[in-house]
């Protein structure tokens, strides 16, 4: 089993910024994707980013230029660097974990609120 815990989210001003962790353990396979979702209140849970452990990253377009997502050099925590918020950036951003041994798993979210 894969555990993920995020921390980190907050209220910031819009154009400001704001750094989400996110924090694995238990058995975790060597080659493994770590994501980042939001849902917003009303909106189904979107695609931010993602990063696996040979370092490929994909990004949402609504995002590109303004997020960066990263790992630590153990991969087992996942941070994401959310600069030039806008209040559209507002919801709760959910971890996302996937590897071929223990397939889907996902943490309980983390809110960040952008004021206008």
């Known amino acids: 089993q894969v555990q993920l815990v995020e921390s980190g989210g907050d209220l910031a001003e819009s154009g400001g910024s704001l750094r989400v962790s996110c924090a694995a353990s238990g058995s975790i396979f060597p080659i493994n994707t770590i994501a980042w979702y939001r849902q917003a209140p009303g909106k189904t849970r979107e695609f931010v980013a993602s990063m696996s452990s040979l370092n490929r990253t994909s990004y949402a377009d609504s995002v590109k230029g303004r997020f960066t997502i990263s790992r630590d050099n153990a991969k087992t925590t996942a941070y994401l660097q959310m600069n030039s918020l806008k209040p559209e950036d507002t919801a709760n951003y959910y971890c996302?974990?996937?590897?071929?041994?223990?397939?889907?798993?996902w943490g309980r979210g983390t809110q960040v609120t952008v004021s206008s």
């Open positions: 996302y974990y996937t590897d071929n041994i223990n397939g889907d798993r």
